[in-house]
T-cell receptor
Framework: GENVEQHPSTLSVQEGDSAVIKCTYS??????FPWYKQELGKRPQLIID?????GEKKDQRIAVTLNKTAKHFSLHITETQPEDSAVYFC????????????FGTGTSLTVIP | NAGVTQTPKFQVLKTGQSMTLQCAQD?????MSWYRQDPGMGLRLIHY???????DQGEVPNGYNVSRSTTEDFPLRLLSAAPSQTSVYFC???????????FGPGTRLTVL
């Protein structure tokens, strides 16, 4: 099955700086890559996603890039704010296996005021 | 819309007991999934369903059963609880495959 690796596991940045989280996947048939944000004690919530026919997608301060050849995708957060502090998860799924998502192990982001 | 709801929020079981975690959604989503979340391991898929009457196994199905008799409900049954099943359980739903998933608030389960 698919294997998704996520780095780094923890990340601390100063408020206003950028944060980058990287994920790699193993299954070249995977075609959908969502990112979730999970605050302490809360449910994961989708923040951005990208499909394999697109190289980059942006939503205000958040962007995701996808390199299909290298099988990796990254989350970029610019002008970080303390409320960006949370655990971020990447995931991958392919279209022909029911609805199976494979998640990375998470990145704990701390934004220091 | 309530979205995805789960009950109970917290549960403590003794080894060997059985119980059912409830999940319901009111968005008419065909696809529903159960995940467990353990520290440092992300979310791992237990079982999923692509519609009423259809279920399949995910990465970690052992010790769990599911059924999907209606579009709205997708209960997860622990047959004989073990300490290794101590975890936070999330239910999720989506309107089609490979689409954004909406998660429930989770159930924190402790097995003693």
């Amino acid at each position: 099955g698919e294997n998704v690796e996520q780095h780094p596991s923890t990340l601390s940045v100063q408020e206003g700086d950028s944060a980058v989280i990287k994920c790699t996947y193993s299954d070249s048939a995977s075609n959908y890559f969502p990112w979730y944000k999970q605050e302490l004690g809360k449910r994961p919530q989708l923040i951005i996603d990208i499909r394999s026919n697109v190289g980059e997608k942006k939503d205000q301060r958040i962007a995701v890039t996808l390199n299909k050849t290298a099988k990796h995708f990254s989350l970029h957060i610019t002008e970080t704010q303390p409320e960006d502090s949370a655990v971020y998860f990447c995931a991958a799924s392919r279209p022909d296996t029911g609805n199976q998502f494979y998640f990375g192990t998470g990145t704990s982001l701390t934004v220091i005021p | 819309n309530a979205g995805v709801t789960q009950t109970p929020k917290f549960q403590v079981l003794k080894t060997g007991q059985s119980m059912t975690l409830q999940c319901a959604q009111d968005m008419n989503h065909e696809y529903m999934s159960w995940y467990r979340q353990d520290p440092g391991m992300g979310l791992r898929l237990i079982h999923y369903s692509v519609g009423a009457g259809i279920t399949d196994q995910g990465e970690v199905p052992n010790g769990y059963n599911v059924s999907r008799s209606t579009t709205e409900d997708f209960p997860l049954r622990l047959l004989s609880a073990a300490p290794s099943q101590t975890s936070v359980y999330f239910c999720a739903s989506s309107y089609k495959r490979s689409a954004p998933q909406f998660f429930g608030p989770g159930t924190r389960l402790t097995v003693l």
